[in-house]
């Protein structure tokens, strides 16, 4: 009974909703936490952040939840895609009034493939990548200064902007509490989100502070 409930399309709508959200949150606590890298005191209080984050005790908990909720993300993303294709082309979206779709809508399995990609490469780079002189500061400072990557991150935030945009409002209609409230919240969240990431590089990169 309760596997072929969470085999409906309606418990996988449901399931991918709420492990969005949950990476939504992430997203945005990240983001505070990595504002931390524009203090102009040599990057000490930013390790000293990322010190507690690495030696906190429920630290390995947290990270196993989010790779949980993010690859049950994607699994149900993919299930979903293979049954709306050999149904119908209908799946985890935003259906307008007209019955168009928008740009963020008809991009999500791009935009989601790309997040993918540029996350392994984020984690390779920052969290298994080797520190500076013990500073992950130093390392982030580093990678920022390079031209190719700055514009790479950039561009990979803009592309975030518009995954998360649909996805927003997606996880909400799915949940029933769609509306224009929700369509502004998710727009304005998406910009924060994007942008705030966005302004790290340029600015290690510009040199300001």
């Known amino acids: 009974m309760l596997g072929k409930l969470l085999n409906s399309p309606v418990a996988k709508k449901m399931i991918m909703a709420l492990t969005g959200l949950i990476w939504y949150g992430f997203l945005v606590g990240h983001l505070l936490g990595n504002l931390l890298l524009l203090k102009d005191d ?5 390790d000293a952040y990322a010190a507690f984050l690495v030696n906190h005790p429920l630290i390995i908990p947290a990270e196993l939840f989010l ?4 690859f049950t993300h994607v699994y149900m993303a ?4 293979i049954e ?6 209908i799946g985890y979206q935003v259906t307008q009034a007209s019955g168009s779709r928008n740009f963020a809508s008809s991009s999500m399995a791009y935009t989601g493939t790309f997040t993918l990609v540029f996350i392994i490469f984020h984690l390779m780079t920052f969290k298994y990548g080797e520190r500076v002189d013990g500073s992950l500061y130093r390392l982030v400072e580093a990678t920022f200064q390079q031209t190719g990557y700055t514009v790479w991150y950039v561009v990979a935030m ?10 927003f409002q997606s996880a909400f209609q799915t949940l029933s509490l769609r ?7 998710g ?3 998406c910009v924060i989100i994007a ?3 966005a302004l790290l590089p340029i600015s290690i990169y510009l040199g300001i502070r």
């Open 84 to 89: 709306n294709r050999r149904a119908r082309p």
């Open 179 to 185: 509306s224009s409230k929700v369509r502004n919240i």
């Open 195 to 197: 942008s705030g990431f």
């Open 187 to 189: 727009l304005s969240l």
């Open 78 to 81: 993919i299930r979903l895609s």
């Open 42 to 46: 040599g990057g000490k209080t930013f």
């Open 158 to 167: 803009a592309i975030l902007g518009f995954h998360l945009f649909h996805a």
């Open 67 to 70: 790779v949980f909720t993010f």
